[in-house]
């Protein structure tokens, strides 16, 4: 079975300016998350999906952050514009269902913001 | 808001000691779940607990659920070079949400 897939590993820009992360998950995990992970730090959720509609985005720095799962399988998070503190590995997960069910973590991509 | 805090945050042990680390919720828990995290890697799923008081055991890891579904365990017996890594609770609350506590990184010296 393939795991979660992540695209790209690293990344490295300037403030300002934006970049997209994509994501593929588990087939048939209907449950799709995006974490933030800051050096030292637990992963922090960005955003559930349930199938392509969202479950929880309370976290999700809206001004700058987006995300869409469209037909309800692959996922790209976008950061438009980038600032500083954004520099973590940004994490995706799938899971069959919702949080009672385990996560499978993809590789993360590594962004450095300068 | 929800916090899952765990303790402590760093352990160095010597190969063959054991190890424990915490994990403390603010609210009550519908179930645990235990990741370990390798350096450089990404969180794997060790075990997920659901009953209160429940105790799970993977050869040298037992985990506990607290009786109050508010605090958990992770003890590793013996431990080994291979169990270095960042362990991470994650509480899930009563609306499916999961929330991962702190992490406790562990260094195991040979």
């Known amino acids: 079975e393939a795991g979660v897939a992540q695209s790209p590993r690293y990344k490295i820009i300037e403030k300002r300016q934006s970049v997209a992360f994509w994501c593929n998950p588990i087939?048939?995990?209907?449950?799709l998350y995006w974490y933030q992970q800051i050096l030292g730090q637990g992963p922090k959720l960005l955003i559930q999906f349930q199938n392509n509609g969202v479950v929880d985005d309370s976290q999700l720095p809206k001004d700058r952050f987006s995300a869409e799962r469209l037909k309800g399988v692959d996922s790209t998070l976008k950061i438009q514009p980038a600032k500083l503190e954004d520099s973590a590995v940004y994490l995706c997960a799938s899971s069959l269902r919702g949080g009672a069910y385990e996560q499978y973590f993809g590789p993360g991509t590594r962004l450095t913001v300068t | 808001g929800q916090q899952v805090m765990q303790i402590p945050q760093y352990q160095h042990v010597q190969e063959g000691e054991d190890f424990t680390t915490y994990c403390n919720s603010s609210?009550?828990?519908?179930?645990i779940q235990w990741y370990k995290q390798r350096p450089g890697g990404h969180p794997v799923f060790l075990i997920q607990?659901?009953?209160?008081?429940e105790v799970k055991k993977q050869k040298r890891l037992t985990f506990q659920f607290g009786e109050a579904k508010k605090n958990s365990s992770l003890h590793i017996t013996a431990t080994q070079t291979t169990d270095v890594g960042t362990y991470f609770c994650a509480g899930v609350t009563g609306a499916n949400n999961l929330f991962f506590g702190t992490g406790t990184r562990l260094t195991v010296i040979p």
């Open positions: 607990l659901v009953k209160s008081g």
């Open positions: 609210t009550t828990l519908s179930n």
């Open positions: 087939s048939g995990h209907a449950t």
